[in-house]
């Protein structure tokens, strides 16, 4: 709780903050818990069945309500707002949300982090309401694994399409998320990286890591990112960029041609 013998400057200064002294500049809006993938690393179909109990529409934080929290977080500091699920694009009038969320006076990122399968029909006009980018998690481009890997569930070519109207649409940049697991998709690190270079997509290999102890998670399973790296450079040299802020998580390189 602020202490109210401090200034208004100093209560803010102090509830931006974590324990450690980091400042919190972004904030993640978990708009939906369902998601239409079943990914064995996230949300298993094992657990998340139809018995699996899911939050009621009641139960979610109401777009007003959204917005409320936001408001009082970018006034603590917050400068970065993510819209997450679940699959965020599941939820009815994400647009209008996006819409209400940039019209917030010191947001100045706005994203959404999406499976894609559902992006095509919906990038212009969140576009046009103020989203300026998009993560797209797309684990591999053969059809057999991605099925797999979704769940049982296919999309693929509307996984592509939604990527490619996304770019059309003027979202920039735009991330694609691929969660290497050894033996499941490892082999399509190449393939991943052919697809999009020379193109506006920043690819993100993502190690594979335990999800809340649900996904069955064996260290054995995981490429760490050392491995990733000497494959990529045994095929193009690439070049480590320098970080863009204090504590990212991620390590950032470019094709040396």
């Known amino acids: 709780m602020p202490d ?96 209400e969320l940039s019209a917030i006076e010191g947001v100045e990122d706005l994203a959404l982090t999406t499976n894609g399968v559902l992006l095509a029909q919906h990038a212009a006009e969140l576009k046009a309401n103020g989203l300026h980018r998009v993560t797209v998690s797309l684990d591999t481009l053969d059809p057999e694994t991605f099925e797999r890997m979704s769940g049982g569930f296919g999309g693929l070519e509307k996984v592509l399409e939604g990527i490619t109207m996304a770019i059309e649409s003027g979202l920039r940049p735009v991330k694609v998320n691929a969660v290497i697991q050894r033996g499941a998709n490892d082999d399509s690190i190449m393939p991943l990286l052919e697809r999009f270079r020379g193109t506006p997509v920043i690819l993100r290999l993502v190690e594979y890591m335990d999800v809340g102890n649900r996904n069955e998670w064996r260290p054995e399973e995981v490429v760490p990112s050392a491995e990733i790296l000497e494959r990529i450079r045994a095929r193009w040299p690439v070049t480590a960029l320098p970080g863009k802020y204090a504590g990212e998580v991620a390590d950032r390189y470019a094709y040396d041609d």
């Open 4 to 99: 109210s013998t401090r200034s208004p400057d100093q209560i803010i200064r102090l509830d931006a903050r974590d324990k450690l002294g980091r400042l919190m500049h972004d904030l993640r809006i978990s708009v939906m818990d369902r998601c239409n993938f079943r990914c064995p690393y996230c949300m298993p179909k094992d657990t998340f069945n139809e018995s699996y109990r899911f939050l009621k529409s009641t139960q979610r934080l109401d777009f007003d309500e959204i917005i409320k929290v936001a408001r009082v977080c970018v006034g603590l500091g917050v400068r970065k707002l993510r819209l997450t699920g679940g699959e965020p694009l599941l939820r009815t009038g994400l647009a209008d949300l996006v819409g």
